[in-house]
């Protein structure tokens, strides 16, 4: 299947500072992005949409001004925690879908996801 | 409003058949996934079902029966790697998915 590939995969980080995480279509161009939080023994929590070249859409209750998403090129999202605190500690994963086909194969709608990036907040 | 039912946890033995249901509720269909999720890494793709019926995957097999808003996942000859969270998320009208809680399977010798 189509490739996501997310960095980094942990990251450490002190409370006040902002962390980035980017992920990268590998084989495929993709115009929308999906960003989540899971919270340990909790299910996927979408907090927004990454649109290429446009403003991403952000779910209810997800602060726009701390979670600053772009979405610059057809293969990559970046995702910056802005003055990340201990209860920013979570696992963010991020997902796209082939639907130019650019992989070479149909959209069937199945979600790619990257490896996921585990930030702890001291 | 949307909505996805799956059991919390669920256990069988290694070797075993295991089934694990799904209700949902959404506004329109376009179709209901399977993923996979062991701890601390992210989910992966097992199933997609649209149309009414089963679709058989080596030991995995998905069920879909759009009358009744459920699915099921039936895992076959179960290992002790087939220990993991289960995703069950369905596509609503606007191709935006809503995602179960998840259903942790705990498989025992």
């Known amino acids: 299947g189509a490739v996501v590939s997310q960095h980094p995969s942990w990251v450490i980080c002190k409370s006040g500072t902002s962390v980035k995480i980017e992920c990268r279509s590998l084989?495929?161009?993709?115009?929308?992005m999906f960003w989540y939080r899971q919270f340990p023994k909790q299910s996927l929590m979408l907090m927004a949409t990454s649109n290429e070249g446009s403003k991403a859409t952000y779910e209810q209750g997800v602060e726009k001004d701390k979670f600053l998403i772009n979405h610059a090129s057809l293969t990559l999202s970046t995702l910056t925690v802005t003055s990340a605190h201990p209860e920013d500690s979570s696992f963010y994963i991020c997902?796209?879908?082939?639907?130019?086909?650019?992989?070479?194969?149909?959209?069937?709608?199945?979600?790619?996801f990257g490896e996921g990036s585990r930030l702890t907040v001291l | 409003g949307q909505n996805i039912d799956q059991p919390t946890e669920m256990t069988a033995t290694e070797g075993a058949i295991v089934q694990i249901n799904c209700t949902y509720q959404?506004?329109?269909?376009?179709?209901l996934f399977w993923y996979q999720q062991h701890a601390g890494e992210a989910p992966t793709f097992l199933s997609y079902n649209v149309l009414d019926g089963l679709e058989e995957k080596g030991r995995f097999s998905s069920f879909l029966s759009r009358s009744k808003g459920y699915s099921y996942l039936l895992l076959k000859e179960l290992q002790m790697k087939d220990s993991a969270s289960y995703l069950c998320a369905a596509m609503d009208s606007n191709y935006q998915l809503i995602w179960g809680a998840g259903t942790k399977l705990i498989i025992k010798p």
């Open positions: 959404t506004s329109g269909f376009n179709g």
């Open positions: 997902s796209a879908r082939d639907t130019l086909g650019t992989s070479g194969r149909a959209d069937t709608g199945e979600l790619f």
């Open positions: 084989d495929f161009q993709a115009t929308t």
